[in-house]
T-cell receptor, first 115, second 112 residues
């Protein structure tokens, strides 16, 4: 079974520029997450989708971050304009969605450096 | 609120030593508990989980027991290897919610 795919793996941009990350979850997984992991910290949830609807975006900085999951499959996370403090690993994850105790599977992450 | 507290690292051990990484939690409902591992340059991988009190999760020689009375889920391994060097994250989900809440992670360094 293919895992959660993310791209690009690495990105370096200047502050005030924009960047977009793409995620393809495991086939059939209804729930998709974007987490932000700053160096030395645990991952923090940015947004959660159930199919193509947003379940939780309470910690998404909406003035600069946006995310969409058209057709309930792939997802894109965008940052515009980027700030230095956005340097982090952006982790996409998915789960089947059938039970609250189902395992959440993570991709390898997209590493962002803002200079 | 819901939160996870882990012991600070790094934890430095020699090969074949016994490992314990402490994890305690605070939860408003009935949590499921998880340990995830992150190897250098890689994403998070589920190591083990337990969904109710007194359950023991185990995988690859690692174990953790869900202790409701002490709100703990300590990770243990009897004999660590160099290949176990990684960052270990304790996490929880709450009934009715589907998101993971993570601790800050504990780095394990195992030397030959």
């Amino acid at each position: 079974e293919a895992g959660v795919a993310q791209s690009p793996r690495y990105k370096i941009i200047e502050k005030r520029q924009s960047v977009a990350f793409w995620c393809n979850p495991i086939s059939g997984h209804a729930t998709l997450y974007w987490y932000q992991q700053i160096l030395g910290q645990g991952p923090k949830l940015l947004i959660q989708f159930q199919n193509n609807g947003v379940v939780d975006d309470s910690q998404l900085p909406k003035d600069r971050f946006s995310a969409e999951r058209l057709k309930g499959v792939d997802s894109t996370l965008k940052i515009q304009p980027a700030k230095l403090e956005d340097s982090a690993v952006y982790l996409c994850a998915s789960r089947p969605g059938g039970s609250w105790s189902d395992t959440i599977y993570f991709g390898e992450g997209s590493w962002l450096t803002v200079v | 609120g819901n939160s996870v507290t882990q012991m600070e690292g790094p934890v430095t051990l020699s090969e074949e030593a016994f490992l314990t990484i402490n994890c305690t939690y605070t939860a408003t409902g009935y949590p499921s508990l998880f340990w995830y591992v992150q190897y250098p340059g890689e994403g998070l991988q589920l190591l083990l989980k337990a969904t109710k009190a007194d359950d023991k999760g185990s995988n690859k020689g690692f174990e953790a027991t869900y202790r409701k009375e002490t709100t703990s889920f300590h990770l243990e391994k009897g004999s660590v290897q160099v290949s176990d060097s990684a960052v270990y994250f304790c996490a929880l989900t709450i009934t009715g919610f589907q998101k993971l809440v993570f601790g800050t992670g504990t780095r394990l360094l195992v030397s030959p």
